[in-house]
C-alpha cells in the first residue's frame, strides 16, 4: 500500500527525521492562514498523489505570496494529474502540502528497502539526488551504493560513515546522518513497510540534512496489524476495480488488453495470461478467484471483468481440487445468468469431477463454449475476442 508524501512526514517526524515545516489541506479557503503559521516569504505547493515526477508533470510550485499560493491551490485541485509514473488518465489531486521553502546546497538520495534475495534490509544512497534513481543507475551506476543491513546485529556505525563519506557529508552531519539512517530502520520494522525512499534527502545552506521528499510502501500482507497505517489509505489513488475485488477476496488487476482472464491460482492465472498472449491475445486482466470458489465469488468476478468496456471475450480456467469441477460449473452457469453476460465465454475444467462438470456445461444454450485443453482454449477465446492482435 501507498501512502501520500504529508502522510510519510508525519511517519517521519515520529522517528525523528527532520522534514520542512508544512501543512496539508483540501480546500484553498485555509491556504493564507496556514502560510502565516508557517512563516517565511516563499512556500512550495505539491500535489499529494501516488505517483512520481510530479514536478516535471507541473504538480510542484513555487509561490512567493499568499495570494499566489491560493491561486496555486485552486489551479491544482480538481485535475488528473499525468506523470510518467501514472497511466494517460493520471491521478486526482484531491488535496495539496503546502511547505516553507529552505536554500539547498546539496540534493542528496537515501531509501531503505527489503532484498529478497539476501534477506536483508537494504540502503542504497547516492550523491545524485533529485534525479530519477533508475537514469542514475542506469547511466553512472558508480555513483550508487548500497549496505545490507544484518538482522542479528541491526543497523551498525561504520555502516552509516561508509554512506556519510560516499555522499560527501562531514563532521556533525555523520551523526545527523546516522539518526535518520535509524529513524529508517525503526519505522521499517515498526510499520511492516516495503519501502522507505526520501529523494531529495536536502543539505541545508546551514549544513543541516532534511527530507524534502518522503515516499513510503507497506506490505498489504501485514496492514491487518497495523489499523493506523490502513487508515492512511486513500481509495482515489487506486483502480476501482481493484478496490471492489478486495471486498470480495478477489485478486484483480487491471490491464490494457480485449480478452477477460478469470482463473483460481496465482500461478495458474499468471500462466494462463502467458498462454492467451503466445496464442496472439491480449489479457484484459489478472484475476485469481482464490481456492475457495463460490458462486458469489464467481458473480463478483464476471461483474469486474465486465465493468471494463474493452473485454470482448472471457476465458475461465479453473483446476477443481477441494471444490470439485461439478460444483464449480454450477457456479459458472449461475453467475453467467445472474449477471446477463453477453459476451463469449470460453471454459477450460480441470480436475476432481471434471467429467460432471463438462457435461454441465454442454448445450446451455448460452454463448459458451467448454474446452477440454488450455492451448485450445486459448486459442478458441483470442478468435472469439476478434483474432490475433
Known amino acids: 500500500m501507498n501512502i501520500h508524501e504529508y502522510q510519510a512526514k508525519q511517519l517521519f517526524l515520529d522517528y525523528g527525521i527532520p522534514v520542512p515545516d508544512g501543512k496539508q489541506t483540501a480546500t484553498s479557503e485555509n491556504a493564507a492562514e496556514i502560510t502565516r503559521l508557517l512563516g517565511g516569504e516563499s512556500w512550495v505547493v505539491k500535489a499529494q498523489v501516488h505517483a512520481g515526477g510530479r514536478g516535471k508533470a507541473g504538480g510542484v510550485k513555487l509561490a512567493k505570496s499568499s495570494a499566489e499560493v491560493v491561486d496555486i491551490i485552486k489551479a491544482m485541485l480538481g485535475i488528473q494529474l499525468i506523470t510518467h509514473q501514472t497511466d494517460a488518465v493520471g491521478l486526482p489531486v484531491n488535496q495539496v502540502l503546502i511547505e516553507n521553502t529552505y536554500p539547498i546546497e546539496r540534493e542528496l538520495y537515501l ?33 550508487i551504493l548500497s549496505v545490507k543491513i ?9 555502516q552509516c560513515r561508509l554512506i556519510a563519506c560516499a555522499l560527501g557529508l562531514k563532521g556533525k552531519q555523520h551523526k545527523d546522518l546516522e539518526k535518520i539512517m535509524q529513524g529508517m530502520v525503526d519505522l521499517m520494522l515498526d510499520k511492516d513497510a516495503s519501502q522507505i525512499e526520501i529523494n531529495p534527502l536536502i543539505v541545508t545552506d546551514k549544513g543541516e540534512l532534511m527530507a524534502l521528499d518522503a515516499k513510503i ?27 471492489i475485488a478486495q471486498k470480495f477476496g478477489l485478486n484483480y488487476i487491471t490491464l490494457e488488453g480485449n480478452i477477460g482472464c478469470m482463473v483460481n491460482g496465482a500461478g495458474l492465472a499468471m500462466a494462463t495470461m502467458d498462454l492467451v498472449k503466445l496464442k496472439g491475445g491480449k489479457p484484459a486482466n489478472f484475476l485469481d478467484v482464490g ?21 470482448k471475450a472471457v476465458l475461465v480456467n479453473i483446476f477443481g481440487g477441494i471444490v470439485k469441477c461439478d460444483v464449480i460449473a454450477q457456479g459458472i452457469l449461475e453467475a453467467i445468468k445472474q449477471v446477463h453476460v453477453t459476451i463469449p465465454v470460453v ?37 472469439l475476442a476478434g483474432g490475433a492482435a
Do not use: W
Open 111 to 143: 531509501s531503505l528497502l527489503v532484498d529478497r534475495n539476501s534477506e536483508r534490509m537494504i540502503f542504497i544512497a547516492s550523491a545524485a539526488g533529485g534525479m530519477d534513481i533508475e537514469a542514475v543507475a542506469h547511466e553512472s551506476p558508480e555513483q
Open 150 to 158: 544484518n538482522p542479528i546485529a541491526g543497523l551498525q556505525s561504520y
Open 217 to 243: 510502501n507497506f506490505d498489504d500482507n501485514a496492514l491487518v496489524l497495523h489499523p493506523d497505517i490502513l487508515a492512511f489509505k486513500d481509495p482515489s489513488q487506486e483502480d476501482d476495480r481493484e478496490n
Open 291 to 311: 481456492g475457495g470458489t463460490n458462486v458469489e465469488k464467481v458473480c463478483e468476478a464476471f461483474k469486474l471483468i465486465l465493468s471494463d468496456s474493452h473485454v
Open 347 to 383: 471454459v477450460r475444467l480441470e480436475g476432481t469431477n471434471v467429467d460432471e462438470g463438462r457435461a454441465l456445461l454442454s448445450n446451455t444454450g448460452l454463448n459458451l463454449y467448454a474446452s477440454e485443453d488450455l492451448s485450445h482454449a486459448a486459442e478458441k477465446v483470442v478468435e
